[in-house]
Structures are given as structure tokens and as C-alpha cells.
């Protein structure tokens, strides 16, 4: 009989956690009650966490299958994080949020991160205000102390961040805010938070509302990173853990110089990471094998990132390495997954075992129906299998005439696969294409044609005389 935990869990957290799940997607609380295995890549974690708290920097790569567990375990490490006085920011990459553009999507996801920033105090995100108000409320404390201006001292402390690429403007906007919470003035005050959240989309607008010349930008997107994560140092944070998921979307760029644009930041951050040149930064990358391993659009494609995150050739016949770069998200065991099943039982019954709907021989039960549908698949990739089990719970809890032994083999449980990472259906027909002679082509500029393939992928699919 499995003992469960004798924990309360709140209706609130009980229902975020059951719609979330039953949807398909992460909660954004409560994870702690059905979190199981990834020991020792929680440490793994946990000690990157410890190097940016000292100061230091680390970049990791979580790879996964889809539906194996990437975005809660970015959650879980998150949370963590947060416990250890870090700062965390947040965002899924898509088409207009990449690392590099020239369009506006760096812009994009930098805006993106700062509204999802959370501090242990706001775990929910939108702390920037809060972080800019625990380093002036610090400065304001010095000047008690010491009888010296509150904005000598603001302008002292970020004198160090002059070192770095727009650190003068990024301590002039700083000293903005203290003018704007000295004066009671809260447009100031506004326009010094939005401008630290990359909002400004004109420099003319930046320098009319606080005087600075530069605006976070496309261009500027990661040094800004680099100055904020100095920043709520100062602030008296430990760093900042940065955790961008769905970076299959830099996979599925069509374009090939946009595609090697975006890897090269990424060799960028790598190299900063590992150098220590970052202080008190750390990222945190989560996409699929195909992202990783592909060698003509994935990350292996690009000859120096396939350098650096190569797995240690000694890592083989079950041997693990967990201090490089990649950390592969390993299945969950059968004794794993039963654990997850028994949390999902004792969570939707409020930790009221009472109120359990299904024993664990019905666990059991549930268990091999599902590896006789999909085989071991639902250890690897176990998202529908987990919203399987809670909509039996739910037909259970409504219709408490019926026993768990007629309900469970009804349950349709179909394998997951990644729909990013479907054939794309080809846009030109080979049979429909005309053919063309020796002199036609001959008297085609290059140039023109040159420019009509720019925009596809780096393969031409049709060719014909």
C-alpha cells in the first residue's frame, strides 16, 4: 500500500494544478506536489544555481523528447532558483521572439523576459519595479547612515557598470527613478521601468521622456542582460537565471542566415558562460533532440556550437556525465511514474485519502493498459498519459456509481508526437515546373537570382534544364 504524503494541499493550488495538467500545459503553482525522479539533474542544476550566486556563470541545454517533462523541469529549477535569492526571467521563443533579429524580435522577447521577472517575494512575475526599489531603498539607507546625497551614492554603486556596453545610459535611467521616487513624480518613475523593460521603441521617445540617447534594441538585447544581471546584485540579489524554452523555433527557421544569426548568439552566450566574462548569469536552454542533433538545421549544424556540446565520449553503456553543457532529461522509471500517479490521486483528492477515487491496484491496472496501447513510450513522453489518468479521475468523481475495474480500459491513450517537427508540405509541385533552356538561364542576372532563393532554406528542392 503506498503511504502518501499527509499534506493539506489548498483548493486553489488543487484546481491550477488539475486544469493545467488535464490541458496539457505546466502549472504555474504547486509543482512541488507532483514533482518525481530527476534527482540528479535537479542537482546538476542546483549547483550551476550555487556558481551564480558566487558570482559566476553556466549555460545548460535541456533536451528532451516533446512531452517528456522539459518546461516543468524549467519550472521546478525556477522555483529553486527563487529559493536561493536569485532573480529569474522567463519566455518561449516563437517567430517574433528570437535571440538575434534585425525586425524587432530580440526587442520582442527582452520585453518578454522583463514582464515575466520574479523574485521570491513576486513569483509571479512583473518585479522590476520592485528590484529598482530595493536598490534605492538600499542607497536611502547609506545615506542615513552616512549623511552623504542619496544620489551620490546611487551613482557611486553603478559606477562599476560603466565597464560595460551601455552602462552609462542604464545608470542615468537608474538615477531617473530616484529623481522621479524623490519628487513625486510617477511618469518618471514609469518611464525609467519601461525603458529598463525594453518598451521604448524610439530612441527619440527615450530621450524626451528620460534624456538617454539608447534604447534596448535588436542590437543591444544581450549586453543589456549582462547589465541587468550586475545590477540586481547590487540590488542585493544573487544573479539572474534566464530560461528560454521552445527553442525548436530557432529550428524552424526557413532562413538560413537568420537560423546562423540566432546560433550565434547562442556560441556567444556559451562562450561568455564558460569563460566568465557573464557575472552572475546563467541560461538555461530547453528544445528536443532534433533541435540539437540535426546536422543541417540543428545546433550540430553550426560547426563550432557541435564543438562545444558534444557529449563526453566516456558517457557510454549506461555511464552519465551531468557537468557538461547538455543535460538529456532521462525517462521515468515504471516505480517513478507510479509515485507520479499516486501525487495526481492524492492531489485531486485534496490530500484527503478518503477521498481517493481509484486504489493502487487500479494505479496498477492503469498503468498496463497504457503500456499495452503505447509500450514504453509513456515513460518517455508521459503528457498524455498523465491527462489520461486525470480525466479518468474526473469521469470518476462525477459519476460515483461507476468503479474504477469498467472505466479504465475504456481509456483511448494515443502515443505523443511533436506536431513543430511534422514534413512540410512542399510548395512547388516538381511536375508543375516549366521547363527552362541553356539560354534563358544564360541571360538570367545572378544577382536576381540569388535574391529569389534568399528567403527559403538553404537547399534547393527543384532543378531543371
Known amino acids: 500500500m503506498t503511504v502518501s504524503p499527509q499534506t493539506t494541499i489548498r483548493p486553489r493550488e488543487r484546481d491550477a494544478l488539475l486544469q493545467s495538467l488535464r490541458a496539457g500545459v505546466v502549472p504555474r503553482m504547486g509543482q512541488q506536489h507532483v514533482q518525481v525522479g530527476r534527482v540528479n539533474e535537479v542537482k546538476a542544476l542546483l549547483s ?69 521577472m520574479a523574485t521570491r517575494a513576486k513569483p509571479d512575475g512583473g518585479a522590476m519595479s520592485s528590484v529598482v526599489e530595493r536598490f534605492v531603498s538600499q542607497a536611502l539607507t547609506e545615506s542615513r547612515d552616512t549623511g552623504a546625497p542619496v544620489e551620490s551614492i ?14 552609462y545610459d542604464f545608470a542615468e535611467v537608474i538615477a531617473k527613478y530616484w529623481q522621479g521616487h524623490d519628487t513625486g513624480n510617477e511618469q518618471l518613475k514609469s518611464d525609467a521601468v519601461r525603458w529598463l523593460r525594453g518598451e521604448f521603441a524610439t530612441r527619440t521617445d527615450a530621450r524626451a521622456a528620460l534624456g538617454v540617447r539608447t534604447i534596448i534594441d535588436d542590437s543591444n538585447f544581450y549586453d543589456q542582460l549582462k547589465l541587468l544581471a550586475r545590477f540586481v546584485r547590487l540590488a542585493g540579489f544573487g544573479g539572474i537565471l534566464v530560461c528560454l524554452d521552445e527553442m525548436v523555433n530557432l529550428y524552424k527557421l526557413a532562413n538560413t542566415q537568420a537560423r546562423n544569426s540566432n546560433y550565434e548568439q547562442i556560441l556567444r552566450i556559451l562562450n561568455d558562460s564558460t569563460q566568465g566574462s557573464a557575472a552572475s548569469l546563467g541560461f538555461i536552454f530547453g ?79 492503469y498503468m498496463n493498459h497504457c503500456a499495452q496501447r503505447i509500450g514504453d513510450a509513456y515513460f518517455r513522453t508521459p503528457r498524455n498519459t498523465i491527462k489520461g489518468f486525470l480525466d ?27 506536431p513543430d517537427l511534422a514534413p512540410l508540405a512542399p510548395t512547388t509541385d516538381p511536375s508543375s515546373v516549366p521547363t527552362r533552356t541553356r539560354d534563358v538561364l544564360s541571360d538570367q542576372n545572378p544577382a536576381d537570382d540569388r535574391h529569389t532563393t534568399s528567403d527559403t532554406d538553404d537547399e534547393l528542392s527543384v532543378f531543371k534544364l
Not at 295 to 307: D, E, K, N, T, V
Not at 400 to 413: F, K, Q
Open 48 to 116: 550551476d544555481i550555487n556558481r551564480i550566486n558566487d558570482g559566476g556563470s553556466g549555460s545548460r541545454f535541456i533536451i528532451g523528447d516533446y512531452g517528456s517533462g522539459k518546461t516543468f523541469f524549467l519550472h521546478v529549477v525556477r522555483s529553486i532558483a527563487l529559493q536561493q535569492k536569485l532573480v529569474t526571467v522567463h519566455a518561449d521563443l516563437s517567430p517574433d521572439r528570437r535571440l538575434h533579429a534585425t525586425g524587432g524580435q530580440a526587442r520582442s522577447l527582452y520585453a518578454e523576459l522583463m514582464r515575466n
Open 154 to 167: 546611487i551613482r557611486r554603486s553603478l559606477s562599476e557598470l560603466s565597464e560595460l556596453t551601455g552602462g
Open 287 to 365: 528544445g528536443t533532440p532534433d533541435f540539437l542533433l540535426d546536422p543541417r538545421r540543428g545546433l550540430y549544424s553550426y560547426s563550432a556550437l557541435q564543438s562545444r556540446l558534444e557529449e563526453n565520449s566516456y558517457a557510454v553503456d549506461g555511464l552519465v556525465d551531468y557537468s557538461g553543457p547538455v543535460l538529456r532529461l532521462a525517462s521515468l522509471t515504471p516505480e517513478d511514474f507510479y509515485v507520479l500517479l499516486t501525487k495526481l490521486r492524492h492531489v485531486q483528492a485534496a490530500g484527503d485519502e478518503s477521498a481517493y477515487l481509484i486504489s493502487d491496484e487500479g494505479i496498477t491496472q
Open 392 to 418: 479518468l479521475l474526473a469521469v470518476l468523481e462525477q459519476n460515483p456509481d461507476r468503479a474504477w475495474e469498467d472505466v479504465v480500459t475504456g481509456i483511448n491513450i494515443q502515443r505523443e508526437s511533436n
